[in-house]
């Protein structure tokens, strides 16, 4: 009886995290897809605070679309004791409205396989990470335009007869 108790007790101490993690609290979503080089991790509470941040999959599912479009793969991770550890996965398709969820990490779910209305509420913050990403790519080659630019015309603009 008191070996039962003790395996009961340890099993409620690690239920009650999983239980707690899967209703979302993120500390990221990492974002693949479409205009990226690599990935880009996106922080926006908008995106990481709950699990139904990307679509209400208790709505139920929808008949898979013929064509959804270009379509970013999102993972949603949780760092814990400085490790990362990815929860799920999911394809976002903002321009037409659709989530489809691949899964969990590790386990299975009725989710699973599934497609769903996106939730108008994630285009927002998911296109300012996808912009403020691009400004950061393109920023630094700006610059360095500039700068050519600037050598350029300085040596254009060069006195005559300056050997330097």
């Not at 709505?59 to 814990?80: K, M, N, Q």
């Not at 489809?100 to 300012?128: K, M, T």
């Not at 393109?138 to 254009?156: D, H, Q, T």
């Amino acid at each position: 009886m008191k070996k039962t108790l003790v395996s009961f007790l340890t099993f409620c101490l690690f239920l009650l995290p999983t239980a707690a993690l899967a209703k979302g609290g993120f500390t990221y979503v990492e974002v693949k897809g479409p205009g990226l080089t690599g990935s880009i991790a996106i922080t926006d509470p908008a995106l990481t605070e709950d699990f139904f941040a990307f679509a209400d999959f208790t709505a139920g599912p929808v008949p898979a679309p013929t064509d959804p479009g270009e379509g970013y793969l999102v993972t949603r991770v949780y760092v814990i004791e400085d490790k990362d550890h990815p929860f799920d996965q999911l394809e976002y398709y903002p321009y037409s409205g659709y989530v489809h969820y691949i899964g969990l990490a590790e386990g299975v779910s009725e989710y699973d396989g599934s497609w769903f209305i996106a939730s108008p509420a994630a285009a927002a913050p998911f296109r300012a990470a996808l912009k403020a990403k691009a400004t950061l790519t393109w920023a630094p080659f700006a610059a360095f335009l500039i700068i050519m630019a600037a050598f350029y015309l300085a040596y254009r603009n060069k006195p005559a007869g300056s050997n330097n």
